[in-house]
């Protein structure tokens, strides 16, 4: 779901709410909503503009495209003084500083989520018809988003063991995992050598094979020296991504860049040289750690 339809369900519930939807009968709603959404189709949303804005979402929708950091600025505290406890826009301010103070941002986005699981909480969110659908639930997807930078900041700093349990909380939260925070469980499991987890992760995910599960067991595996495993995993790696023949021999002749200029800034093709480039430089923390993996890599895929 994008954050245009997000939109639309917002003022889905707004308009609910407004007309008295818990004293509709089931009918009555079916063709309020049918209404509603062909109303709302016929009048696409259009940019909005500083006058026109008028909720928190208007001005983050304006900080994400303002032209300069001081507009930015402006926009994302006009959003919170309207909703204080608006998560996005609690994390767009934190976003502003992550660069220049890091560890200011840490220590704020940590009491930020403290405070946003708490809010969880009161609102019965925390309970057991939510938890596994946070991804599917309308007012959760702000702090799923929020647990998300919290986890990647700490990525980035190497603490990979808060990390790996803030990205495990979200897939508790979220079992379908619409944000894809398994691929960096799964590099983080393998820099940590913990193959009882990779594998656990493996079963859960793993019905179809993907190159950001595979890869990374195939260097768990080289880690620990158990070089058949890791042969294995690079093996059904090659079986899925017609290109892993092709990543390794470019990172050998040093030609990987040719790829790369070849690249969209709107995304990658799955099962392809594309997606190996993305993995490898979103998880370089990983690939850094295993130097001689790629020539070992290249020599094994020559005869697959």
């Known amino acids: 779901m994008s954050r245009e339809t997000e939109r639309a369900f917002k003022a889905i519930h707004k308009a609910l709410k407004e007309n008295g939807a818990d004293d509709m009968s089931l009918e009555d709603a079916n063709v309020f909503l049918q209404k509603f959404m062909e109303d709302y189709n016929s009048n696409p949303h259009t940019a909005v503009t500083e006058k026109t804005a ?14 300069t950091r001081a507009k930015a600025e402006k926009y994302i505290k006009k959003a919170l003084e309207l909703e204080p406890d608006n998560l996005d826009a609690v994390g767009a301010s934190l976003d502003l500083i992550a660069n220049d ?25 925390m309970d057991e018809d939510s938890i596994g659908a946070y ?19 700490m990525t980035e ?58 890869l990374p067991l195939s260097i768990l595996y080289f880690k620990t020296g158990k070089f058949d495993k890791a042969e294995e995993y ?35 093709r799955p099962f392809s040289i594309q997606e190996l480039i993305v993995e490898l430089m979103e998880n370089s923390f990983l690939f850094e750690t295993v130097p001689f993996y790629f020539d070992w890599a290249y020599e094994k895929t020559r005869n697959m």
């Open 54 to 67: 008028s909720t928190a979402d208007d001005y983050l929708e304006l900080a994400e495209e303002a032209p």
């Open 101 to 125: 103070n890091p560890w200011e941002f840490y220590n704020k986005i940590t009491a930020a989520v403290e405070n946003a699981t708490k809010q969880m909480e009161v609102k019965g969110l």
């Open 135 to 153: 991804w599917g639930i309308l007012e959760t997807r702000p702090y799923m988003r929020l647990l998300n930078r919290y986890a990647d900041f």
């Open 157 to 214: 700093a190497g603490m990979m063991g808060p990390a790996a349990r803030e990205y495990e909380e979200m897939l508790r939260l979220s079992t379908n995992d619409n944000l894809g925070v398994r691929y960096q469980l799964m590099h983080i499991y393998a820099f940590l050598e913990n193959e009882e987890a990779a594998l656990e992760l493996l079963n859960k995910y793993g019905e179809h094979e993907e190159t950001q599960l595979l």
């Open 234 to 268: 690079l093996g059904r790696l090659n079986a899925v991504n017609k290109d892993t023949k092709k990543f390794f021999k470019a990172i050998k002749k040093e030609k990987l860049d040719q790829y790369m200029d070849e690249m969209s800034d709107f995304g990658y």
